[in-house]
Antibody, heavy 118, light 111 residues
Framework: QVQLEQSGTEVKKPGASVKVSCKTSGYNFIDYDVNWVRQAAGQGPEWVGWINPKDGETGSAEKFQGRVTMTRDTSMKTAFMELRGLRPDDTAVYYCARLTEYDFLDHWGQGTQVTVSS | QSVLTQPPSVSGAPGQTITISCTGSASNLGAQYDVHWYQQFPGRAPKLLIY???NRPSGVPDRFSASKSGTSASLAITGLQAEDEADYYC???????????FGTGTTVNVL
């Protein structure tokens, strides 16, 4: 079955960087874009960006451009999201999710809590 | 901020029917982009509930149904059950923002 397994909880200081991993299994990794979505406590989901595992092409929401980098390791079937210049309002649960050709997210990781605090 | 607007909460008694609206604009729901719905329980990841406006993934009960018209969409839950208490989010693509957008979210309370 399709699974996305994310790395564990992170606690960072303002200005630091965080890199979250998303290890996939149960499907052909290069056939589906991996998207990243974050959700602050009590808030709705917020789309962060995407990566095409086949060619490494990426895109992100305008508010994250210049601060976020998405990469992948096809041999490990794993996608990564790095967010730099962390601020307290970056505190959220970060999810990876598989995007279908019809632009919906059909499988999600369990989420990674990222807390930014001095 | 979210570009898809939902009511903050909807309540109903067991067995009743409730509907959740999702209002967008010409650059998302009003364009050719589909709307999808997710269900989320506290502390859990969102789960796909409806895809491409009206389709249920396997395993989703048929008491969940949805539709889309113009710049709006709606999700209906018929025969409401206690286990349906959760947060519900719509999602689409926005051509102006060049990215995916989520609704503001609706908490369903079963009285």
């Amino acid at each position: 079955q399709v699974q996305l397994e994310q790395s564990g909880t992170e606690v960072k200081k303002p200005g630091a960087s965080v890199k979250v991993s998303c290890k996939t299994s149960g499907y052909n990794f290069i056939d589906y874009d991996v998207n990243w979505v974050r959700q602050a406590a009590g808030q709705g989901p917020e789309w962060v960006g995407w990566i095409n595992p086949k060619d490494g092409e990426t895109g992100s929401a305008e508010k994250f451009q210049g601060r976020v980098t998405m990469t992948r390791d096809t041999s490990m079937k794993t996608a990564f999201m790095e967010l730099r210049g962390l601020r307290p309002d970056d505190t959220a649960v970060y999810y990876c999710a598989r995007l279908t050709e019809y632009d919906f997210l059909d499988h999600w990781g369990q989420g990674t809590q990222v807390t930014v605090s001095s | 901020q979210s570009v898809l607007t939902q009511p903050p909460s909807v309540s109903g008694a067991p067995g009743q029917t409730i509907t959740i609206s999702c209002t967008g604009s010409a650059s998302n729901l009003g364009a050719q982009y589909d709307v999808h719905w997710y269900q989320q329980f506290p502390g859990r990841a969102p789960k796909l509930l409806i895809y491409r406006n009206k389709n249920r993934p396997s395993g989703v009960p048929d008491r969940f149904s949805a539709s889309k018209s113009g710049t709006s969409a709606s999700l209906a839950i018929t025969g409401l059950q206690a286990e349906d208490e959760a947060d519900y989010y719509c999602q689409s693509y926005d051509s102006t923002l060049a990215g995916h957008v989520f609704g503001t979210g609706t908490t369903v309370n079963v009285l």
